[in-house]
């Protein structure tokens, strides 16, 4: 039976190299899928999802006003049966988006993988992962370290010299030099104004970081 699922986590957990792995899977069996990004995350090009070890794949891209039930209807129209459907920063979607892709798993048959940030850094939900979380039929957890050694659940962004930063819009594209995973512990050190975390030595390029001992 198709499912809706929705797997989360912070940044630089694996995501996107996840996703890729499940989609050549299918692509291996002789299956045909669609992988869905937001148009508003063109890091890698255009229509081009990629993850940090070099993986990538060409993608739809969608922005918020899109009906994604009514674009996966016409493609397969257009191109037959289609066996599972990838959605890359699923934390972009919009509540009605969420509603259509599950709408594909229920009225299509079509099984649904969202990947995508649970929370911004400021700890609140993205509106796609709210409704992911409370609408999905399988919820897991892509875990990730914490430069703590505990288990990564926040993320934190920074500006172009490495210092938090924690004002300012909820969406703000960007990678390694833009946000750093971090443990609950630490996140709640940084909002305080109490830690003392050496994220430059996380965000800068190699050749500018101090050397440690």
């Not at 037959?80 to 969420?98: I, M, Y």
């Not at 993205?126 to 892509?142: P, T, V």
């Not at 305080?192 to 050496?198: A, D, F, M, Q, V």
């Amino acid at each position: 039976m198709a499912k809706l699922y929705f797997y989360y986590s912070t940044m630089n957990a694996g995501k996107t190299t996840t996703l890729l792995q499940s989609a050549y899977n299918y692509h291996e069996r002789g299956m045909r899928t669609l992988i869905f990004t937001p148009a508003i995350d063109n890091r890698h090009g255009e229509g081009v999802v990629a993850s940090r070890i070099g993986l990538k794949a060409d993608a739809l891209r969608f922005r918020g006003e899109e009906n994604l039930q009514a674009w996966i209807e016409a493609d397969m129209a257009a191109h037959g049966q289609l066996h599972c459907v990838f959605v890359d920063e699923a934390q972009f979607l919009t509540r009605a988006q969420v509603w259509q892709l599950g709408e594909v798993v229920d009225r299509l048959g079509i099984p649904v993988l969202a990947y995508g940030l649970r929370t911004d850094f400021r700890g609140e939900l993205f509106e796609g992962s709210r409704y992911l979380l409370a609408w999905a039929d399988n919820l897991e957890e892509i875990k990730t370290i914490c430069h703590s050694g505990r288990k990564a659940t926040m993320v934190v962004r920074v500006d172009e010299h490495g210092r938090v930063v924690t004002d300012g819009p909820q969406v703000e594209i960007g990678g390694n030099e833009r946000y750093v995973s971090v443990s609950r512990a630490e996140f709640k050190k940084i909002s305080e104004g109490t830690g003392s975390i050496e994220l430059q030595q996380a965000v800068l390029p190699l050749g500018e970081r101090r050397q440690t001992p």
